[in-house]
């Protein structure tokens, strides 16, 4: 029987139990299924269990089947809808949606739709099942609110039943068309491209002509986003099947593959010393011109020039070793010549292996010889960017706006970098900066038409789809290099928000630009507004911060709080405080301790951890990769929590000299408290930052107060036999 058929909902939860007992441990997985959705015609019913893996024996079926989409598009309950191809092609009006998950071989929750209403189903520790819709004892109440902040799941949720329609239709999106999205802090972003991504993947999604040998890059900006994205593709099963890697590291390991010699990142501290000891100033943004697109176009012309004159050169000298015109039968691509060139010489040593006659073999030696000195020649890209960089008249007419004598210290600046440690004999030394990496892959792209792979880097290869994370950090350099790094500009999927924008140092071109860059009639940009990470109270916060519309939309919660302590003895009580009270209530919360001060990090750490340990509560210092993303406190940077998300966020140094007033610090401010699902406190020492004044104010937090007790508000209730007892008098006392 179908379990639409059955009319109590608690019973259908019992029979979700039944069989999730038996599944779980069969399939090994927590939630056997996820979604459920059943339909009728007169002649049969239908049901579909959705699941993260699919499983024909027990009828469960994967979620990126087309099926699942009549459950991912919330029809209404008697909503018509038909079964395409592979299925018959049936018809029949919805009966039911369910949506479940289970733990430890239970069924934990199940939300119910069908023609008698909703139901939200929970079981509670003695096994029993409860609906929250329907009126409970105020004991039952507290049974279930205690139930449900226990067993919230250490970790990152699954999403497969939670998916909005609208996030369901970006994922299946049509491949024909790149995929950008702008949306609010904790909207969906990064799920939706991860998703996408796995839908993509599907062996059965014959439409995408996907096959084992697809390859995906997704690239992102930090390393701590890095580790928590890989943990997120976990319950994806996309761990083996795509790269993971942060820009920086992605360019390294890519240049490495094709450059030979030696690459070193400046550090930060080095470059300002250096550049002092030279009495260079560096204040004009001169490095931001590295991102300007306007150097690519000039590579561009630069390599399409020396394309042309290399050929020439080998045409000069090659006549009189090359009888057979060989070199008639090799391409000339406008500008990938390098890659031509090693084709070319590939050919001319298989010819050698083959030749016999020792003249023969002696002419195509030379040919080879003449081909191996280009070769070396055209690949000396540090070399080429330094002197592109010095090139001023040519920068200023790529860079529109550029002053000569800007463009003359951008010359003088590489030369700066790129001359230290370097040998007498040597043009230049192996040190560039961050920025370099970029300059230096789009120099190779052009020269070689993709990125080179391959024992000696012989061959190129372009990725078959690329996700961009937090794009509105990238410069446009590197965004172009990005492109430029996929088959096809259809196969992108791109996502960020320019709020969030927390490396002021890079321009971020734009959502137009990028869609213009995508060179595609129906590159569209797509905006997701429904925050799901945070309670409202927390996103009303975060919005004040940026100036951002408000939108009374959202969870309900914990306000946010701003305290005064009096010392840093105050401070850690203040923390740990708060701390064992969140663990008391949520066991497997994630508790973050964000600091602006990065010298107080390690001895904030060390306290909370002595404070804490009785209670077995572990606190770690995380930086980069070195995130856990499991209960316990972190205490970190507010750089590195971007992307990420906590339980909870204690900002502990929240005060004006750490957090004054200007762009950056709000947009820092929006980041931290965006990462908050459930809890934000700030604590400071001395003036408060301005940035969180609204705290305090009553009148801010009106609308949030009078949005929830409207939800809740109850007409009064009037019973005519209750209103006649009451006024009916029968007894007169005088
Ligand atoms: N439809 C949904 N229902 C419930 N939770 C969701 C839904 N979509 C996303 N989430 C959850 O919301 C949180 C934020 O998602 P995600 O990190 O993808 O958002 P984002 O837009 O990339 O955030 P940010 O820009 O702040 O980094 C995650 O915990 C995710 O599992």
């Given at each position: 029987?179908?379990?639409?058929?059955?009319?109590?909902?608690?019973?259908?939860?019992?029979?979700?139990?039944?069989?999730?007992?038996?599944?779980?441990?069969?399939?090994?997985?927590?939630?056997?299924?996820?979604?459920?959705?059943?339909f009728?015609?007169?002649?049969?019913?239908?049901?579909?269990?959705?699941?993260?893996?699919?499983?024909k024996?027990?009828?469960?079926?994967?979620?990126?089947?087309?099926?699942?989409?009549?459950?991912?598009?919330?029809?209404?309950?008697?909503?018509?809808?038909?079964?395409?191809?592979?299925?018959?092609?049936?018809?029949?009006?919805?009966?039911?949606?369910?949506?479940?998950?289970?733990?430890?071989?239970?069924?934990k929750?199940?939300?119910?739709?069908?023609?008698?209403?909703?139901?939200?189903?929970?079981?509670?520790?003695?096994?029993s099942?409860?609906?929250?819709?329907?009126?409970?004892?105020?004991?039952?109440?507290?049974?279930?609110?205690?139930v449900?902040?226990?067993?919230?799941?250490?970790?990152?949720?699954?999403?497969?039943s939670?998916?909005?329609?609208?996030?369901?239709?970006?994922?299946?999106?049509?491949?024909?068309?790149?995929?950008?999205?702008?949306?609010?802090?904790?909207?969906?972003?990064?799920?939706?491209?991860?998703?996408?991504?796995?839908?993509?993947?599907?062996d059965?999604?014959?439409e995408?002509?996907?096959?084992?040998?697809?390859?995906?890059?997704?690239?992102?900006?930090?390393?701590?986003?890095?580790?928590?994205?890989?943990?997120?593709i976990?319950?994806?099963?996309?761990?083996?099947?795509?790269?993971?890697?942060?820009?920086?590291?992605?360019?390294?390991?890519?240049?490495?593959?094709?450059?030979?010699?030696?690459?070193?990142?400046?550090?930060?501290?080095?470059?300002?010393?250096?550049?002092?000891?030279?009495?260079?100033?560096?204040?004009?943004?001169?490095?931001?011109?590295?991102?300007?697109a306007?150097?690519?176009?000039?590579?561009?012309?630069?390599?399409k020039?020396?394309?042309?004159?290399?050929?020439?050169?080998?045409?000069?000298?090659?006549?009189?070793?090359?009888?057979?015109?060989?070199?008639?039968?090799?391409?000339?691509s406008?500008?990938?010549?390098?890659?031509?060139?090693?084709?070319f010489?590939?050919?001319?040593?298989?010819?050698?292996?083959?030749?016999?006659?020792?003249?023969?073999?002696?002419?195509?030696?030379?040919i080879?010889i003449?081909?191996?000195?280009?070769?070396?020649?055209?690949?000396?890209?540090?070399?080429?960017?330094?002197?592109?960089?010095?090139?001023?008249?040519?920068?200023?007419?790529?860079?529109?706006?550029?002053?000569?004598?800007?463009?003359?210290?951008?010359?003088?600046?590489?030369?700066?970098?790129?001359?230290?440690?370097?040998?007498?004999?040597?043009?230049?030394?192996?040190?560039?900066?961050?920025?370099?990496?970029?300059?230096?892959?789009?120099?190779?792209?052009?020269?070689?038409?993709?990125?080179?792979?391959?024992?000696?880097?012989?061959?190129?290869?372009?990725?078959?789809?690329?996700?961009?994370?937090?794009?509105?950090?990238?410069?446009?350099m590197?965004?172009?290099?990005?492109?430029e790094?996929?088959?096809?500009?259809?196969?992108?999927?791109?996502?960020?928000?320019?709020?969030?924008?927390?490396?002021?140092?890079?321009?971020?071109?734009?959502?137009?630009?990028?869609?213009?860059?995508?060179?595609?009639?129906?590159?569209?940009?797509?905006?997701?507004?429904?925050?799901?990470?945070?309670?409202?109270?927390?996103?009303?916060?975060?919005?004040?911060?940026?100036?951002?519309?408000?939108?009374?939309?959202?969870?309900?919660?914990?306000?946010?709080?701003?305290?005064?302590?009096?010392?840093?003895?105050?401070?850690k009580?203040?923390?740990?405080?708060?701390?064992?009270?969140?663990?008391?209530?949520?066991?497997?919360?994630?508790?973050?301790?964000?600091?602006?001060?990065?010298?107080?990090?390690?001895?904030?750490?060390?306290?909370?951890?002595?404070?804490?340990?009785?209670?077995?509560?572990?606190?770690?210092?995380?930086?980069?990769?070195?995130?856990?993303?499991?209960?316990?406190?972190?205490?970190?940077?507010?750089?590195?929590?971007?992307?990420?998300?906590?339980d909870?966020?204690?900002?502990a140094?929240?005060?004006?000299?750490?957090?004054?007033?200007?762009?950056?610090?709000?947009?820092?401010?929006?980041?931290?408290?965006?990462?908050?699902?459930?809890?934000?406190?700030?604590?400071?020492?001395?003036?408060?930052?301005?940035?969180?004044?609204?705290?305090?104010?009553?009148?801010?937090?009106?609308?949030?107060?009078?949005?929830?007790?409207?939800?809740?508000?109850?007409?009064?209730?009037?019973?005519?036999?209750?209103?006649?007892?009451?006024?009916?008098?029968?007894?007169?006392?005088?």
């Amino acid at each position: 029987m179908s379990l639409a058929n059955e009319k109590e909902p608690i019973k259908i939860a019992e029979r979700v139990n039944e069989e999730f007992q038996v599944l779980a441990p069969k399939l090994e997985l927590d939630t056997p299924w996820h979604a459920y959705v059943s339909f009728k015609n007169k002649k049969e019913d239908f049901e579909f269990r959705i699941g993260a893996v699919a499983n024909k024996e027990e009828k469960i079926v994967d979620w990126r089947h087309p099926v699942a989409k009549f459950y991912y598009q919330k029809l209404n309950i008697g909503e018509e809808i038909e079964l395409e191809p592979p299925f018959r092609s049936i018809q029949g009006a919805v009966t039911a949606f369910g949506a479940a998950e289970g733990y430890s071989g239970y069924l934990k929750s199940l939300e119910w739709s069908d023609l008698n209403g909703t139901a939200k189903i929970v079981r509670l520790d003695d096994g029993s099942f409860v609906d929250l819709n329907n009126t409970q004892s105020k004991e039952e109440n507290e049974k279930t609110t205690q139930v449900l902040k226990q067993s919230q799941q250490e970790g990152l949720p699954d999403l497969i039943s939670l998916l909005t329609p609208e996030q369901y239709e970006l994922i299946t999106q049509k491949t024909s068309e790149p995929l950008i999205i702008q949306g609010r802090a904790g909207s969906g972003k990064t799920s939706v491209a991860l998703h996408r991504v796995s839908w993509l993947l599907w062996d059965e999604n014959e439409e995408h002509g996907i096959n084992k040998k697809t390859k995906v890059l997704v690239v992102m900006f930090n390393k701590s986003l890095q580790s928590f994205v890989k943990q997120s593709i976990k319950s994806l099963n996309l761990e083996d099947k795509i790269e993971i890697n942060t820009f920086h590291s992605w360019a390294i390991s890519a240049l490495e593959s094709v450059y030979k010699g030696q690459l070193e990142t400046i550090s930060g501290k080095n470059l300002k010393k250096l550049f002092d000891k030279y009495f260079f100033k560096d204040n004009e943004k001169l490095g931001m011109i590295k991102s300007h697109a306007g150097i690519s176009q000039l590579m561009e012309v630069y390599v399409k020039a020396q394309a042309k004159k290399t050929w020439d050169f080998i045409e000069g000298k090659i006549p009189a070793y090359d009888t057979d015109n060989i070199r008639f039968k090799f391409k000339r691509s406008e500008t990938a010549y390098v890659q031509d060139i090693i084709e070319f010489r590939q050919e001319i040593k298989r010819l050698i292996l083959k030749e016999e006659d020792e003249y023969e073999k002696k002419r195509l030696e030379q040919i080879e010889i003449l081909l191996q000195n280009v070769y070396e020649k055209s690949i000396l890209y540090k070399e080429e960017l330094l002197s592109l960089l010095s090139h001023w008249e040519w920068l200023m007419k790529c860079i529109p706006g550029l002053t000569e004598e800007k463009a003359k210290k951008i010359g003088q600046r590489q030369k700066i970098i790129q001359s230290e440690g370097k040998a007498s004999s040597a043009k230049v030394g192996k040190y560039v900066e961050y920025d370099d990496y970029a300059l230096l892959l789009r120099l190779v792209q052009l020269k070689r038409g993709g990125l080179p792979y391959g024992l000696l880097g012989e061959n190129i290869f372009k990725f078959d789809h690329l996700v961009i994370d937090e794009a509105q950090d990238f410069g446009a350099m590197q965004l172009l290099v990005l492109l430029e790094s996929v088959n096809s500009r259809t196969g992108v999927t791109i996502v960020g928000d320019t709020n969030q924008k927390i490396f002021p140092e890079k321009e971020f071109i734009g959502w137009d630009e990028i869609a213009k860059q995508l060179n595609f009639g129906n590159a569209k940009v797509t905006r997701l507004e429904v925050g799901h990470r945070s309670t409202l109270p927390i996103m009303w916060l975060a919005d004040s911060v940026i100036g951002s519309e408000k939108i009374l939309q959202g969870r309900q919660g914990a306000y946010p709080q701003i305290i005064s302590v009096q010392s840093y003895f105050k401070l850690k009580e203040q923390i740990t405080h708060f701390i064992l009270k969140r663990i008391e209530e949520a066991p497997h919360a994630h508790i973050c301790v964000v600091l602006h001060d990065k010298q107080m990090i390690e001895a904030l750490k060390n306290d909370l951890q002595s404070l804490l340990k009785f209670k077995k509560i572990e606190v770690r210092q995380s930086e980069r990769e070195s995130f856990e993303f499991r209960k316990g406190v972190t205490v970190t940077n507010i750089h590195q929590i971007k992307g990420l998300e906590f339980d909870s966020i204690i900002i502990a140094d929240a005060n004006n000299k750490y957090w004054p007033d200007d762009i950056d610090n709000r947009r820092l401010m929006y980041v931290a408290i965006t990462r908050a699902q459930e809890n934000f406190l700030a604590l400071y020492e001395g003036q408060p930052t301005p940035l969180l004044e609204v705290l305090n104010e009553k009148e801010f937090w009106r609308p949030v107060e009078r949005f929830f007790t409207q939800k809740e508000f109850k007409p009064v209730e009037i019973i005519a036999e209750e209103l006649d007892e009451a006024l009916t008098v029968f007894d007169l006392e005088f």
